[in-house]
């Protein structure tokens, strides 16, 4: 019993160090081919067993994203990822699975593959950004997250640094003092910004992903709960 006790006492010490609260939240994923409003969800349990998810659908499109992780000593680890996006102009379905145990990585779908794990700390697209809040809540203003390539499954390095300390931004009329942070990769054809309120344990008020074909926005529109 006191084993058991402990156990969970080091989980919650553990939850109550990065602080990422649990929230429900409108956001708009505007793109060149959609313009779409979803619910993102984010769900952190005393157990470690998390998820973020995003849910958004109209009469010509549907996407889903879902990322499953743990929260191990301020890091995430990656357990699966889930795509499903069904428009008049592409379909993906796409399924991730990481097992740190076996060090293998796999995936069926759209893009099929099967590699080993490297030696590093791996993050999908969605849960690098709970990481993403951590670090920035640690006090990190630079650092390096490596992000799974979905398309084949290799591991890339990108590097994230705090490009301006204080930017107005807005949730509807309610302003926020945000910070932007900046993600460039080593390749250099793309380029991510991300603007987090202070006042919300810097909580994502709005991402933009500019490439060579495309430029992806996600804006929050209204915070449903929080914690």
């Known amino acids: ?6 156990v969970f006492s080091t989980l919650l010490l553990s939850l109550s160090l990065h602080a990422v609260e649990n929230y429900e939240a409108e956001y708009r994923f505007k793109s060149s081919e959609v313009n779409l409003k979803g619910i993102r969800k ?9 998820s973020l998810t995003f849910k958004a659908k109209s009469a010509l499109a ?5 990322t499953n992780f743990y929260i191990q000593d301020n890091s995430v680890k990656t357990e ?5 996006v069904k428009p008049g102009f592409v379909n993906r379905d796409q399924e991730i699975y990481i097992d740190s ?18 030696e590093v700390n791996v993050l999908d697209p969605l849960n690098a950004q709970i990481q993403i809040r951590i670090n920035v809540m640690q006090g990190k203003d ?5 992000l799974l390539e979905i398309e084949n499954g290799s591991v890339e390095p ?23 942070l900046t993600r460039i990769r080593d390749n250099g054809d793309r380029k991510t910004t991300y603007l987090m309120a202070k006042e919300l344990d810097y909580m994502f008020i709005e991402i933009k ?7 992806n926005m996600l804006t929050l529109e209204k915070i449903l709960s929080l914690g």
């Open 80 to 84: 699966s990822y889930i795509i499903e």
């Open 209 to 215: 992903d500019v490439g060579p074909k495309r430029t």
């Open 158 to 180: 990108n590097l994230y640094s705090i490009t301006s300390e204080n930017k107005e931004c807005y949730i509807g009329d309610e302003l926020y003092s945000c910070i932007e």
């Open 101 to 118: 145990n076996a060090k293998k990585m796999r995936s069926s779908g759209r893009d099929e593959w099967d590699v080993e794990m490297p």
């Open 142 to 146: 630079k650092f390096s997250l490596d």
């Open 42 to 50: 984010l769900n952190i349990d005393t157990e470690g067993n998390s």
């Open 62 to 66: 549907r996407l889903y994203f879902e």
């Open 1 to 6: 019993m006191r084993f058991k006790y402990l």
